[in-house]
């Protein structure tokens, strides 16, 4: 099975994601990532979606569950690059990514992970 | 779509086809009367020279090549008038005026099977004439649509107003689908431009109904989604008393007075302070 | 229209394949952005319907051409599971039988332009979706 590579970028984890993912392939990530995040003291995760062409409710789920994984292992996470036409059918279909950090860009991410934790920065989700 | 039906017209047809030439000049002479010299002569009698040897052709052998070939030349025929702004009656005209050359070579043929056959004959060139008509009008809708989406893509503007805020001010009725052509604008811009506020100014829009309303709210949430913030600016009195009239959920979102409120409330957002400096 | 093409989904390996093909079927007949990520949404909720609630079944999606020329694709998802009993407790959003969000069913409704839902407790669920271009 394929699996989605992590990369390490200063204190902050990398994920890429650039194929349509399997159910299997994202379950795996999730897996990978905690360990990750526990092995490198990370204390953020960046997930970038640019080249992500469609997000159902699992993938959001997943996205949700991350967040709340790395928030108990003390990392913020931030998705990053989410299309206009993926936004639009993520409204329609409900999903509101409660808790998950968003931004436009993958440099935007970084930096509000770099900016101390204000609880809800622009571009939030949380859905408090 | 009707369908040609020509049911035995043997002596109209052999009628025709002796006397070709003659019913074209004919043809020619009381279609020309209505075209107003928007086509020439050469062109038209060329044009009808076509349509009556497929006409004679899809008679007689009563093929379905001939009568799709016809029906095909007719609708061309029909749509580039449409283009070139004759109306549908001038097109149609020019197919029935085909009955009355016809008519007048029987009673100058003096045939009476020919006779008999005419209210048939009639009904047929009645069916081509309705053709254009649908041609006619489905060319129009095209080449409306095609203006209107022009006309969207021009009123559709989303400016920059200082580095990483937009907006985009609206005036006119808001329908649906302008709304959501807007609106994914806007969205695009966000990401071209690494902008992530927003300004949707309505000061120009006197109303709007549910379906915009909501169109807005969507657009507000989708940005959020992509990491970006949304402000509305310049509700009037009645959208605000439709809004909360319907129900719908404008829950945390920002809106401001002016798209001047706006702007100071994103660059104070943005830690930016305007302040006015005392000269002397 | 001709084009029509039935798919088995036996594990959620195969919801992959279904968007792609969905995809492809909708950029074929030029159905904007926004519409396509939709449509592939809505099949893809209701392939994985499938497989967790239905214990497998078939996708079938072809291309339509309306009777004013308008093209679209329907889409069927079909299967011989336990069915649905309370169809309008399951077409609420946020209502889940087992761990889901509740938004698979009521989300892709909203994603198409017709949405039709036939089922009987016992003998399986067929979900008829269609959309079409603007
Ligand atoms: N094909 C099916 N066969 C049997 N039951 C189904 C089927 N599809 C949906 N259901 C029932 O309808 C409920 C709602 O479906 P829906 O897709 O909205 O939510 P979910 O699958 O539980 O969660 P989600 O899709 O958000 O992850 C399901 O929990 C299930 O009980
Ligand atoms: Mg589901």
Same mark, same amino acid.
């Given at each position: 099975?394929?699996?989605?590579?992590?990369?390490?970028?200063?204190?902050?984890?990398?994920?890429?994601?650039?194929?349509?993912?399997?159910? #299997? %392939?994202?379950?795996?990530?999730?897996?990978?990532?905690?360990?990750?995040?526990?092995?490198?003291?990370?204390?953020?995760?960046?997930?970038?979606?640019?080249?992500?062409?469609?997000?159902?409710?699992?993938?959001?789920?997943?996205?949700?569950?991350?967040?709340?994984?790395?928030?108990?292992?003390?990392?913020?996470?931030?998705?990053?690059?989410?299309?206009?036409?993926?936004?639009?059918?993520?409204?329609?279909?409900?999903?509101?990514?409660?808790?998950?950090? =968003?931004?436009?860009?993958?440099?935007?991410?970084?930096?509000?992970?770099?900016?101390?934790?204000?609880?809800?920065?622009? +571009?939030?989700?949380?859905? #408090? | 779509? *009707?369908?040609?039906?020509?049911?035995?017209?043997?002596?109209?047809?052999?009628?025709?086809? !002796?006397?070709?030439?003659?019913?074209?000049?004919?043809?020619?002479?009381?279609?020309?009367?209505?075209?107003?010299?928007?086509? %020439?002569?050469?062109?038209?009698?060329?044009?009808?020279?076509?349509?009556?040897?497929? =006409?004679?052709?899809?008679?007689?052998? &009563?093929?379905?090549?001939?009568?799709?070939?016809?029906?095909? @030349?007719?609708? /061309?025929?029909?749509?580039?008038?449409?283009?070139?702004?004759?109306?549908?009656?001038?097109?149609? @005209?020019?197919?029935?005026?085909?009955?009355? $050359?016809?008519? &007048?070579?029987?009673?100058?043929?003096?045939?009476?099977?020919?006779?008999? &056959?005419?209210?048939?004959?009639?009904?047929?060139?009645?069916?081509?004439?309705?053709? %254009?008509?649908?041609?006619?009008?489905?060319?129009? &809708?095209?080449?409306?649509?095609?203006?209107?989406?022009?006309?969207?893509?021009?009123? !559709?503007?989303?400016?920059?107003?200082?580095?990483?805020?937009?907006?985009?001010?609206?005036?006119?009725?808001?329908?649906?689908?302008?709304?959501?052509?807007?609106?994914?604008?806007?969205?695009?811009?966000? $990401?071209?431009? +690494?902008?992530?506020?927003?300004?949707?100014?309505?000061?120009?829009?006197?109303?709007?109904? *549910?379906?915009?309303?909501?169109?807005?709210?969507?657009?507000?949430?989708?940005?959020?989604?992509?990491?970006?913030?949304?402000?509305?600016?310049?509700?009037?009195?009645?959208?605000?008393?439709?809004?909360?009239?319907?129900?719908?959920?404008?829950?945390?979102?920002?809106?401001?007075?002016?798209?001047?409120?706006?702007?100071?409330?994103?660059?104070?957002?943005?830690?930016?302070?305007?302040?006015?400096? @005392?000269?002397? | 229209?001709?084009?029509?093409?039935?798919?088995?989904?036996?594990?959620?390996?195969?919801?992959?394949?279904?968007?792609?093909?969905?995809?492809?079927?909708?950029?074929?007949?030029?159905?904007?952005?926004?519409?396509? =990520?939709?449509?592939?949404?809505?099949?893809?909720?209701?392939?994985?319907?499938?497989?967790?609630?239905?214990?497998? +079944?078939? $996708?079938?999606?072809?291309?339509?051409?309306?009777?004013?020329?308008?093209?679209?694709?329907?889409?069927?998802?079909?299967?011989?599971?336990?069915?649905?009993?309370?169809? /309008?407790?399951?077409?609420?959003?946020?209502?889940?039988?087992?761990?889901?969000?509740?938004?698979?069913?009521?989300?892709?409704?909203?994603?198409?332009?017709?949405?039709?839902?036939? *089922?009987?407790?016992?003998?399986?669920?067929?979900?008829?979706? %269609?959309?079409?271009?603007?």
């Amino acid at each position: 099975m394929e699996r989605v590579p992590i990369l390490k970028v200063g204190d902050v984890l990398l994920i890429s994601i650039q194929t349509d993912l399997e159910d #299997r %392939t994202a379950l795996a990530l999730q897996e990978d990532l905690a360990e990750q995040i526990v092995r490198t003291g990370a204390r953020g995760v960046v997930i970038d979606i640019t080249a992500v062409e469609i997000v159902d409710s699992f993938i959001g789920r997943m996205f949700a569950t991350i967040a709340a994984m790395s928030r108990l292992l003390d990392a913020r996470t931030v998705v990053v690059g989410m299309r206009p036409a993926v936004a639009i059918t993520l409204v329609e279909l409900g999903l509101s990514l409660g808790g998950v950090h =968003t931004a436009l860009n993958l440099e935007k991410g970084m930096r509000l992970l770099a900016a101390p934790d204000p609880g809800g920065p622009p +571009g939030t989700m949380s859905g #408090r | 779509m *009707t369908n040609p039906q020509s049911g035995g017209q043997a002596h109209i047809v052999q009628l025709l086809s !002796t006397r070709q030439d003659a019913a074209l000049d004919r043809w020619t002479e009381l279609a020309g009367a209505t075209l107003r010299g928007r086509t %020439t002569q050469t062109e038209l009698r060329g044009e009808l020279r076509e349509l009556l040897s497929l =006409t004679l052709a899809s008679l007689e052998r &009563e093929d379905d090549t001939a009568r799709s070939e016809l029906r095909a @030349v007719l609708a /061309d025929m029909s749509g580039r008038r449409a283009r070139q702004n004759f109306t549908p009656k001038e097109t149609a @005209v020019a197919v029935f005026t085909l009955k009355q $050359v016809v008519h &007048e070579l029987i009673e100058d043929a003096d045939e009476d099977q020919a006779i008999n &056959e005419f209210v048939a004959f009639s009904r047929y060139v009645d069916d081509l004439g309705l053709l %254009t008509f649908e041609t006619y009008a489905a060319t129009r &809708e095209q080449v409306i649509a095609d203006q209107a989406e022009q006309l969207l893509e021009l009123s !559709t503007p989303v400016v920059k107003l200082w580095e990483g805020i937009v907006a985009v001010p609206l005036v006119g009725t808001l329908d649906s689908a302008r709304t959501q052509v807007v609106m994914e604008a806007l969205l695009q811009t966000l $990401v071209d431009t +690494g902008s992530e506020s927003a300004v949707i100014d309505i000061t120009g829009v006197p109303a709007v109904d *549910t379906e915009v309303a909501q169109h807005l709210m969507k657009t507000i949430m989708a940005a959020r989604l992509m990491g970006a913030e949304c402000v509305i600016s310049g509700i009037r009195p009645q959208i605000a008393q439709t809004i909360v009239a319907l129900g719908i959920e404008f829950g945390d979102i920002v809106s401001k007075a002016t798209l001047a409120d706006a702007l100071e409330y994103l660059l104070s957002r943005n830690g930016v302070r305007i302040v006015r400096e @005392v000269v002397g | 229209m001709s084009d029509v093409h039935e798919v088995r989904v036996g594990s959620s390996d195969d919801i992959v394949g279904i968007r792609k093909m969905v995809r492809t079927i909708a950029g074929d007949i030029r159905m904007s952005l926004v519409d396509q =990520t939709k449509l592939v949404t809505a099949a893809s909720e209701l392939a994985r319907n499938i497989v967790v609630h239905g214990g497998g +079944g078939t $996708v079938r999606i072809e291309r339509l051409t309306g009777p004013t020329g308008r093209t679209g694709v329907r889409m069927i998802f079909s299967d011989e599971g336990p069915g649905i009993s309370d169809v /309008d407790l399951a077409l609420t959003d946020g209502w889940s039988s087992g761990q889901g969000l509740g938004l698979g069913l009521p989300g892709s409704r909203r994603l198409v332009d017709e949405f039709e839902l036939d *089922t009987a407790v016992g003998r399986g669920t067929r979900i008829t979706v %269609t959309k079409w271009t603007r």
